[in-house]
C-alpha cells in the first residue's frame, strides 16, 4: 500500500496563477483533510471531508477550493495565487473518525 | 488565545534524560485527545492517544486533566531518535476535526 500520497512535492507559482494539489490513498478511508502548516502556527486546516461527494470548511478556506468527486481522491485548488499562500501543505485520512490521521509527505509551495 | 498552546522549545537534554511537555486547551468540550510526532521536514504520525485514567506506552506516559485542562507527555530514557516536534492535538468538540498545536521542539544530544 503506497498509504497518501501527494503530487506535487514543490512547486513555485506566481501570484495570480492557478494550480491543484492532488492527494490519493490507498486505504479506503472515509475521511480526508487538507492542511497548512507555517513556522510557529502549527497544522491549520483548509477543507475537509467525511465521504465521497462531500467537503466542508475548516478554519483557513479563503483562496482555496476543493473536490472529493472519488473516495480515493482529494483535490485542492488555487484559483488565483498569493503570497501569503506560501507555505507546506498536507493531506490526511483516516478511516471513520480524525482521530489517527495518516498524512501524505507534504507539497512545498512558493508563491512569488 | 490559541485553541491548543504549547511551549515551542527547544528542550535540549542529553540521553537518558527524563523531559515532560506541557499542554492546555482551551475548549471545555474538547473529548478526545492526542500526541502526534513530527520529524525535521515530515509528515506528522499519530504517537499515542491520551486517555482519562493516563496511559503508558513503553517509555512514553500521557496525562490528561480535564479540570484544568491540561495534557502531558513523558519521555523517559530519552533516546537520540526521539529528537522531533511533538504536537498536542485535540478535536474541537465535535467529531470531524482535530486541532494541532504548533509543537514542542525535542533535540536530545550525546
Known amino acids: 500500500n503506497a498509504g497518501v500520497t501527494q503530487t506535487p512535492k514543490f512547486r513555485v507559482l506566481k501570484t495570480g496563477q492557478s494550480m491543484t494539489l492532488l492527494c490519493a490513498q490507498d486505504?479506503?478511508?472515509?475521511?480526508m483533510y487538507w492542511y497548512r502548516q507555517d513556522p510557529g502556527m502549527g497544522l491549520r486546516l483548509i477543507h475537509y471531508?467525511?465521504?465521497?461527494?462531500?467537503?466542508a470548511k475548516g478554519e483557513v478556506p479563503d483562496g482555496y477550493n476543493v473536490s472529493r468527486l472519488k473516495k480515493q481522491n482529494f483535490l485542492l485548488g488555487l484559483e488565483s495565487a498569493a503570497p501569503s499562500q506560501t507555505s507546506v501543505y498536507f493531506c490526511?485520512?483516516?478511516?471513520?473518525?480524525?482521530?489517527?490521521?495518516?498524512f501524505g509527505p507534504g507539497t512545498r509551495l512558493t508563491v512569488t | 488565545r490559541k485553541e491548543v498552546e504549547q511551549d515551542p522549545g527547544p528542550f535540549n537534554v542529553p540521553e537518558g534524560a527524563t523531559v515532560a511537555f506541557n499542554c492546555t486547551y482551551s475548549?471545555?468540550?474538547?473529548?478526545?485527545f492526542f500526541w502526534y510526532r513530527q520529524d525535521c521536514r515530515k509528515e506528522p504520525k499519530l504517537l499515542m492517544s491520551?486517555?482519562?485514567s493516563g496511559n503508558e506506552d513503553g517509555r512514553f506516559t500521557a496525562q490528561l486533566n480535564r479540570a484544568s485542562q491540561y495534557i502531558s507527555l513523558l519521555i523517559r530514557d530519552s533516546k537520540l531518535s526521539d529528537s522531533a516536534t511533538y504536537l498536542c492535538?485535540?478535536?474541537?468538540?465535535?467529531?470531524?476535526?482535530?486541532?494541532f498545536g504548533a509543537g514542542t521542539r525535542l533535540a536530545v544530544h550525546p
Open positions: 491520551v486517555y482519562s
Open positions: 486505504m479506503n478511508h472515509e475521511y
Open positions: 471531508s467525511v465521504g465521497e461527494g462531500t467537503t
Open positions: 475548549n471545555s468540550a474538547s473529548q478526545s
Open positions: 492535538v485535540v478535536n474541537d468538540g465535535g467529531y470531524n476535526k482535530l486541532i
Open positions: 490526511a485520512s483516516s478511516y471513520s473518525t480524525p482521530w489517527e490521521q495518516y
